[in-house]
């Protein structure tokens, strides 16, 4: 079967363009090259749908688009043809003058992997080739070679520098829900007590530097009134910050909702949402998210950190021409960049890497690889030289655990993995049907309302309970938590040891008896588990930008933690059990109750989204655990097994199919024994195929075929009577090459011929000179038999990323299939509405 791939690929990579599909597109308007919409660097969507309710958001982003809409060059195999006639005019050959917008993609389009490959291959053989000419054109091939790495640092940089600037503000945001700092109001309630000689160890937090807001108010800090003032005044801020946020977002860039990891899996793929990745989107994402985490609702910062570092490469990919011009090239880019998200969001590089690798990215050569790993490993030190946690590491969440965890401590390992998949299921089917239920209903038409809703439930739930009050890298951090003697946390409220065979060896404690202060604790743990799990189903999907990892490692946390007292209490007054005996004597430290925790939050993150060996290495290079890796991997592969029995999909997969976009799952097989004559269109019931003749037709019958039909490109056959097989030509570039003609090149009329051969065929004297339109012609289009099994077909479109594949018999045309066909079947096998399924 590889000998097979890469002969196919062989066979087909060296061809130099690639038709685009043909396929019914709403956004596809008919006539001529003036109502196309044209990608500018002024250009920004204004109907966007985007795990929720359709909004009408008319703003201008001045951003450069992702499909870029300057001069492209054709590649060689297509040099034989031009644009030209017998007139007295002067010849046009769109490959020697390009033209604006030939070779460029419509937004909400997908782009043609193997012609931006083809194109890109062109490139550096021309380069090379004129580098052994000069000494000018060889300095000019290495910094072509040297710009990848170049723009690797750039990206880390930029991302590294934009993390740590919203890790501070976060942090000083979320304490200003609290109070404010007397000696400046910049400074957060740490850095304001930082320096402070009236700190006691108990009372590390206080300082008279800090006051609350009701010692502000009221002059006290003590007392009802006090409580009631600090309450209103932490809900105030929630809901300020909470609707900054949104409306911001809604103002000036619709497109910075969210997480973003949706709609960058689906970009990688090759689909183009154009302003996705601009300008805007990163300035009002960057302030929106500091916003949206210190309102207090239930999400995180990190997946939305992967869509800020990809806005970053995007925007510092119109530097480099090679990266500007190519949107294979480009994506490449994007992959580094979405490990480089992840790499500043948790200080994980190597995790991060391995995210964008088994998680996001479409196509990841080996080259890539290599370059994400430069990019991450700059963004981490970026990042760690700021120290925005103050702490002079990287990790966010250091533990060192003193107690070596046993063997049998496996089982309730895995009981915290089925846990996880069990709530990752839950999960994602009670959010998707929220979601769809604010797609569908009126709930969608008031993003700001319901925003504001959920703020201010949150806030009023949350603030009694210090469990949900604080943010959620500060709960897991203290869930990690390995409780010593001098600890002051309530989940260290043991009861003290009578003597000293019961205070353990070096650091560690010997399991003790919970006291009053730990049951409380656990009560709180409890309604904060509950709390967190329903929260956190209607929150993520908001209009505010909305990351779920930290929500779900927070639940796992929570889960693990009480599971790991549980386990701890047991071990302390049933030593001689035989699930202990042997290993667990009186006075020793058997259960460490944090690293169940630390279990149970990569067992949710993995039941979510369904991430093993990337969640795995993310989570010890969080936390610095080297040596648990066994638990975490039990726990991991458990949840994911456990959540794939209810369904294959993550959470982001889910949102994909949710929105409509068209993303063929590498990881989910086609098992349907159906032939590609079952999923081509035209249908037996449909209109003939719409086609072009490579000669006999006029120009004037072009545009009206054109503009009698809404399909982006159309077959090129020897005639109607034989049908046989000549190319592909795309609608986009057709109007584009007439109308130029019509500017450019005296003689071109209505009826002047359109031809698609080598050579024009001789005409009358008096006759309208003919219109050559072969160079624009995709003469080796992927082809299939209409008995080619659809398994295979799949394979070829997810392999080799293709847009559309025609369907011949014996080398007469019968129809086409296109990846929206695919997903349409798909979708009807799998009982789902093929109508689901939006784009192209």
């Known amino acids: 079967m590889f000998q097979f791939w890469v002969s196919l690929y062989r066979k087909y990579a060296a061809d130099s363009e690639r038709g685009f599909e043909r396929m019914e597109n709403p956004g596809y308007r008919s006539g001529s090259f003036d109502s196309l919409h044209q990608p500018s660097d002024d250009d920004d969507d204004e109907m966007v749908d985007i795990a929720g309710a359709t909004l009408d958001f008319s703003t201008t982003d001045d951003d450069p688009p992702l499909s870029s809409g300057g001069y492209e060059e054709h590649s060689s ?21 390009p033209l604006p917008g030939v070779g460029t993609y419509e937004d909400f389009n997908t782009i043609d992997w193997v012609r931006e490959k083809s194109k890109d291959r062109d490139r550096h053989r021309e380069i090379t080739n004129k580098s052994k000419l000069s000494t000018v054109a060889l300095l000019h091939s290495i910094s072509d070679a040297f710009s990848g790495w170049l723009l690797m640092l750039l990206v880390g940089l930029m991302s590294g520098a934009l993390a740590g600037g919203i890790d501070i503000a976060a942090h000083w945001l979320t304490d200003m829900k609290e109070g404010v700092c007397l000696v400046g109001f910049w400074f957060n309630h740490e850095h304001c007590c930082w320096t402070s000689n009236e700190t006691t160890f108990k009372e590390r937090d206080q300082c008279p530097q800090w006051q609350s807001w009701a010692e502000l108010i009221t002059g006290t800090s003590e007392g009802p009134l006090a409580y009631i003032m600090n309450y209103m005044m932490y809900i105030f801020w929630a809901l300020l910050f909470a609707f900054l946020a949104v409306s911001l977002v809604r103002a000036f860039a619709p497109y910075a909702c969210g997480s973003g990891i949706p709609e960058i899996k689906t970009i990688l793929s090759g689909f183009i949402i154009r302003g996705y990745l601009g300008k805007w989107t990163l300035i009002i994402k960057t302030i929106t998210l500091v916003l949206a985490v210190s309102s207090g ?12 570092a990809c806005c970053c490469a995007n925007i510092l990919c119109h530097l480099f021409t090679k990266y500007r011009k190519n949107e294979a090239k480009r994506r490449e880019v994007l992959s580094a960049a979405a490990a480089v998200g992840v790499s500043v969001a948790f200080g994980a590089p190597i995790g991060g890497v391995l995210f964008s690798l088994e998680e996001v990215s479409y196509y990841f050569p080996l080259k890539t690889l290599w370059r994400s790993f430069f990019a991450a490993l700059v963004a981490a030190f970026t990042l760690r030289s700021i120290n925005p946690f103050g702490n002079s590491r990287l990790v966010l969440f250091y533990v060192e655990f003193h107690a070596p965890w046993h063997m049998l401590e496996l089982a309730p390992f895995i009981l915290l993995g089925i846990f996880g998949g069990l709530w990752g299921a839950l999960f994602i089917r009670a959010n998707i049907a929220w979601c769809r239920r604010r797609k569908t209903t009126r709930l969608g038409h008031y993003p700001v309302i319901e925003v504001l809703v959920v703020t201010a439930l949150t806030a009023v739930v949350a603030y009694p309970n210090s469990y949900t009050r604080m943010s959620g890298a500060e709960l897991i951090s203290e869930l990690f938590n390995d409780c010593s003697l001098l600890d002051s946390s309530q989940l260290c409220g043991y009861k003290q040891p009578t003597n000293a065979s019961e205070t353990g060896v070096g650091n560690s404690l010997a399991d003790r008896p919970a006291g009053e202060g730990l049951y409380t604790a656990l009560w709180q ?10 929260v956190t ?4 999907g908001m209009k505010v930008p909305s990351g779920l990892f930290i929500p779900s490692m927070a639940v796992g946390a929570i889960a693990g933690r009480l599971l790991g007292v549980g386990m701890e209490q047991l071990a302390y007054y049933h030593h001689d059990w035989f699930l202990f005996k042997g290993w667990c004597s009186p006075g020793a430290d058997c259960i460490t109750p944090g690293l169940y925790a630390m279990v149970g939050a990569a067992a949710c993150l993995g039941g979510v989204t ?6 795995v290495v993310i989570m010890f290079e969080l936390t610095g655990g080297l040596e648990y890796i066994v638990p975490l991997m039990a726990a991991t592969m458990t949840s994911k097994w456990v959540a794939d029995a209810f369904g294959r999909e993550g959470i982001y997969e889910a949102h994909i199919r949710l929105n409509g976009y068209p993303f063929l799952e590498p990881k989910e097989e086609f098992q349907h024994s159906s032939l590609t004559v079952d999923v081509m269109r035209p249908r037996r019931s449909d209109p003939a195929l719409a086609v072009l003749t490579q000669e006999g037709m006029t120009v004037e019958e072009v545009e009206a075929l054109v503009e009698s039909t809404r399909y982006s490109g159309f077959p090129v056959v020897v005639s109607q009577e034989s049908q046989r097989l000549v190319g592909f030509v795309f609608r986009r570039d057709l109007l584009i090459s007439i109308d130029n003609a019509r500017k450019r090149q005296e003689g071109v009329v209505g009826a002047s011929q359109v031809v698609f051969t080598e050579h024009a065929p001789a005409h009358a004297a008096d006759a309208p000179p003919p219109l050559r339109l072969r160079g624009i012609m995709d003469l080796s289009p992927f082809t299939v038999t209409d008995h080619t099994p659809m398994d295979i077909t799949v394979d ?23 990846k929206k066909d695919i997903l349409k079947h798909m979708a009807q096998i799998a009982n789902r509405d093929p109508d689901s399924i939006l784009f192209n």
Do not use: W, Y
Not at 84 to 95: E, T
Not at 537 to 540: M, N
Not at 796 to 810: A, E, P, S, W, Y
């Open 610 to 615: 369904r991430m093993t060996v990337s969640l």
């Open 297 to 308: 609702l239930s999400l995180g910062k990190e997946g939305p950190l992967v869509h800020v």
């Open 537 to 540: 189903v209607i929150t993520f």
């Open 796 to 818: 070829i479109f997810r392999k080799l990323g293709l847009r559309q594949c025609l369907v011949t018999h014996n080398g007469r045309l019968l129809g086409i299939i296109t």
């Open 525 to 534: 743990l409890a309604l904060a588990l509950v709390f967190k799990i329903m």
């Open 77 to 97: 195999s297509s040099r034989a043809g031009g644009m030209n006639g017998n007139g007295p005019s002067k010849l046009v050959d769109p490959l020697e003058d």
